[in-house]
């Protein structure tokens, strides 16, 4: 009896050791852990954005930067700004603008006019009507063929931490509203980034019954978006 025993306590842990084995094995065929990394949001003065509202907290318990540089300074420095200068040619002396100086990034928000938010589903079907894609560090993209092949012109993230629009948790959840980023200059032309930037922005907007707001927090009025277009004409 002490053999047998013995032999079944063996081959149990044989059939342990190899239970063991074979889930290490399997676990190599698992996809990796997904890239927790989104980007963060800062106005011109280095501070983080934390929502797209002005007039409430996030639910991160921040609130909206109150040092964010106005969209009218950007356009103002970059464009109504610019002075005159006079060049020669030849016998004649002619008078051009400066050239434009583009900043580095601009920003739009979508915010919501209730305190509700809008929904998962409206923002996703808003994002796929605008022809955005879901992609890289789980946010939308405006993806665009370029010489080198496709790349992202511009993002569109979550309104308020951790940034991101994952859709399968997004059906569930609701947001106070969306921020578009445009890094530039853009991989294709900046005025035709710009104008899609713009444009895209607007329609979700429209879509999502929503404010469109800039860098400052402040809705954008028909002159701030005629100096956005005028950034890179």
Do not use: C
């Amino acid at each position: 009896m002490e053999l047998v025993s013995l032999i079944i306590m063996v081959l149990g842990l044989v059939a342990l050791v190899a239970i063991y084995v074979i889930s290490r094995i399997s676990r190599r065929d698992l996809p990796q852990k997904r890239d927790e990394s989104v980007p963060v949001l800062r106005d011109a003065d280095g501070n983080e954005f934390s929502s797209v509202l002005d007039d409430m907290p996030a639910r991160d318990g921040k609130r909206p930067s109150p040092h964010a540089r106005a969209m009218s300074d950007v356009m103002m420095s970059g464009v109504a700004g610019a002075k005159p200068v006079p060049v020669e040619t030849g016998n004649a002396t002619q008078v051009v603008r400066e050239a434009v100086v583009l900043p580095p990034q601009l920003v739009l928000f979508v915010a919501a006019a209730t305190e509700e938010g809008f929904t998962g589903e409206n923002v996703l079907t808003a994002l796929d009507n605008a022809g955005l894609a879901f992609g890289d560090m789980d946010i939308f993209h405006r993806r665009v063929l370029t010489g080198n092949g496709e790349a992202n012109l511009f993002g569109v993230a979550n309104g308020v931490k951790p940034w991101t629009l994952v859709p399968e948790e997004l059906v569930e959840q609701s947001t106070p509203g969306l921020s578009l980023i445009l890094n530039l200059p853009s991989p294709i032309n900046d005025s035709d980034a710009i104008h899609d930037f713009v444009r895209t922005a607007e329609r979700l907007a429209t879509d999502l019954d929503g404010i469109l707001k800039g860098q400052d927090q402040q809705p954008v009025t028909q002159e701030t978006r005629d100096g956005l277009l005028a950034l890179a004409a």
